[in-house]
C-alpha cells in the first residue's frame, strides 16, 4: 500500500541524574565529594533509507522514544549515554511539527539528521565543591529530552512528472522508456501510486521520470486523490504533459490541455511556472487535421509539442532527448529550507511559574518552560544573551530569585547553566 503522509510522536530521552556521594577510603582524610554526572539521552535521528518508498510503516507504530541516560555513580563514575533511535525514512519525506506547520527538515541527502534532541545529564556534587562549600550534598537532576508531534509528507524526488487526465497513456510512455512497470489497461485510475522510472539514453545521460496518476477537474481542490497526487509534482524540475489528441473519449484535448494546467496553477501558482513540454499521445486515432490543429493551439501558448503514439514508441525517442537537453540547463531537483524556530518577543512571555530553591548557597531554578528557549539561545551571541537576560526578567526568574534571598555575587544553577547573579 502507498502511504505518503503519516503523523508520529517523537521523544527524545532524559538526561541521567547527577550523583551525590563522598569519597571513603583508608587512610584518605576528607576524601571529599566525587558524584559522578548523568550520561545524556538518547537523540531521535532520522536517517534516508533508499530500501524504503512510502511511509507505511508509520501507520502501526506511532510514537518513538529513545533510551534515558544512565545515572552518575560515586567516585566521579558518569551514567551510560543512551543510544540514538534511528527512524529510517523514504529519500523525499518532509518532517513538519504538527501544531504549528513548521519545517524542520527535508529528508532528501544522505546526512542524518537530529530532530529531538536528547537531555544533558545533570551534574554530579562533584561540580558544585567550592573553598566555602566543601560538602555539597545535593547534585543535578537530568533535563528531559525533547519531544513534539511530527507530521510527514513523502515528495517523491522526480526529474520530470508526467501529468494529464486519466487514460492519456502516461503509464504506457514510462513503461516503454524505462524499467518500469505500472499497471496499464483501458479504464480510468489504472495508476492510483506514483510510479518512478529511470529513462537512460546512453553512458551519463539518464534521468527519472515520475508517472502522477491521473488528475482530474477540481484536482487542485483536492478533488478525487488530487493533493495526494500533485505534492508528489512539486519537486519535478520538468512536466511533461500528456494529452490525448484524438479525443477518443469524447473530450476535447483543448479543454483537457487547459483544465490540468488550472488545476496545477490552483494547487501551487509556482508549478504553472515550471517549464513543460507538451505529449500529444495517440495520434493515430486522431482525424486529419486534428493533430496539426493541437500543435498550433499548444505553440501559440509557447510550449514545445511532439506527437507521439507511446503504445508502439512511435516518436517517443525525440521527446526523450529533448527532455534531456532541457534538463541539462534546468536547476537540480528542488529541496525545502527548513523554517527557524520562531522566538516570541520577551515582553510577550509573561509571567510564569517558577521555582527557586537554595541548596547548600547555590539557588537552583526550575522551570520546564524555560527548557525551549535555553535551547535556542547562542550564549556566545550578544544579542542573543541579551534576549535571554530579557526573558528571565519578564518572565519572573529575577523577582524569584530576588524572593528566595539571592545576593549578589551568588551562584544560580539553571539546568545545565550555571552563572553569578549580578545586579
Not at 528531559?144 to 510512455?173: H, R, W, Y
Not at 523577582?399 to 547573579?421: K, N
Request: net charge negative; hydrophobic share 40%.
Amino acid at each position: 500500500m502507498f502511504i505518503d503522509s503519516a503523523k508520529i510522536k517523537i521523544k527524545a530521552g532524559d538526561g541521567g541524574n547527577g550523583a551525590v556521594s563522598f569519597r571513603r577510603e583508608k587512610y584518605v582524610a576528607a576524601g571529599g565529594p566525587d558524584g559522578g554526572d548523568g550520561g545524556r539521552g538518547g537523540n531521535i535521528v532520522f536517517q534516508v533509507d533508499d530500501n524504503l518508498s512510502t511511509l507505511a510503516d508509520f501507520r502501526y507504530k506511532r510514537k518513538y522514544t529513545a533510551g534515558r541516560g544512565g545515572d552518575g555513580r560515586g567516585n566521579r563514575c558518569s551514567g551510560r549515554k543512551a543510544e540514538d533511535l534511528v527512524v529510517k525514512v523514504p529519500r523525499g519525506t518532509l518532517l513538519k511539527d504538527a501544531a504549528t506547520g513548521r519545517l524542520i527538515a527535508d529528508l532528501s541527502g544522505d546526512e542524518p539528521q537530529v530532530i529531538a534532541k536528547g537531555g544533558r545529564g545533570g551534574w554530579g556534587n562533584s561540580h558544585f565543591a567550592t573553598p566555602t562549600r566543601q560538602v555539597p550534598r545535593f547534585a543535578k537532576p537530568g533535563t528531559p529530552g525533547e519531544e513534539m508531534e511530527i507530521l510527514m509528507e513523502l515528495k517523491l524526488l522526480a526529474d520530470v512528472g508526467l501529468v494529464g487526465f486519466p487514460n492519456v497513456g502516461k503509464s504506457t510512455l514510462i513503461s516503454v522508456v524505462s524499467e518500469a512497470k505500472p499497471n496499464i489497461a483501458n479504464y480510468h485510475f489504472t495508476t492510483l501510486t506514483p510510479v518512478l522510472g529511470v529513462v537512460r539514453l546512453g553512458e551519463g545521460r539518464s534521468f527519472v521520470m515520475a508517472d502522477i496518476p491521473g488528475l482530474i477537474e477540481g484536482a487542485g481542490d483536492g478533488a478525487g486523490l488530487g493533493h495526494q497526487f500533485l505534492r508528489h509534482v512539486e519537486r519535478c524540475r520538468l512536466l511533461v504533459h500528456v494529452v490525448d489528441v484524438s479525443g477518443s473519449e469524447g473530450r476535447d484535448p483543448k479543454e483537457d490541455f487547459r483544465i490540468i494546467n488550472q488545476e496545477l496553477e490552483k494547487f501551487d501558482p509556482e508549478l504553472a511556472k515550471r517549464p513543460m513540454l507538451v505529449a500529444g499521445n495517440k495520434c493515430d486515432l486522431a482525424e486529419d487535421g486534428q493533430v496539426e490543429e493541437f500543435r498550433r493551439f499548444v505553440e501559440e501558448q509557447g510550449y514545445e509539442f511532439f506527437p507521439i503514439m507511446a503504445a508502439i514508441a512511435y516518436q517517443v525517442e525525440p521527446l526523450m532527448n529533448r527532455i534531456s537537453e532541457k534538463l541539462a540547463k534546468l536547476p537540480p531537483i528542488l529541496r525545502f529550507e527548513p523554517e527557524p524556530e520562531p522566538l516570541p518577543p520577551a515582553e510577550e512571555l509573561g509571567r510564569r511559574q517558577v521555582t527557586v530553591t537554595p541548596q547548600d548557597g547555590v539557588f537552583v531554578v526550575e522551570a520546564d518552560w524555560l527548557l525551549p528557549v535555553l535551547r535556542s539561545i547562542n550564549f556566545d551571541d550578544y544579542e542573543s544573551l541579551q534576549y535571554f537576560q530579557r526573558v528571565l526578567i519578564q518572565t519572573g526568574v529575577i523577582d524569584a530569585l530576588r524572593e528566595a534571598g539571592v545576593q549578589e555575587g551568588d551562584t544560580v544553577s539553571l539546568y545545565d547553566l550555571e552563572f553569578d547573579f549580578m545586579e
